[in-house]
């Protein structure tokens, strides 16, 4: 079975209109529609994001930290 894929746009009336150069007139096919989810955009400038996350990620050395937590975990 060979698989087509292009995007379209269904009508207000309900109609999807399939490219004249498709081959699959006066074919059966099986029909399976996946609506494409609107991408919605950030509009968060740069010092935003800096603002938000910083803290977030420390300039702290965590070498001790893990020596710590393994040397914990298998004594």
């Not at 081959?23 to 740069?46: D, F, H, P, Q, Y």
Request: hydrophobic residues 30%.
């Amino acid at each position: 079975m060979k698989a087509y894929k292009f995007k379209t746009t269904v009508s207000d009336k309900g109609i999807i209109q399939l490219p004249d150069d498709s081959g699959l007139r006066e074919r059966k096919v099986e029909v399976i529609i996946i609506s494409e989810r609107e991408e919605k955009r950030s509009t968060m400038k740069a010092s935003d994001f800096v603002n938000k996350w910083a803290g977030f990620i420390s300039d702290r050395d965590t070498d001790q930290s893990k020596l710590d937590y393994l040397s914990e975990k298998y004594r």
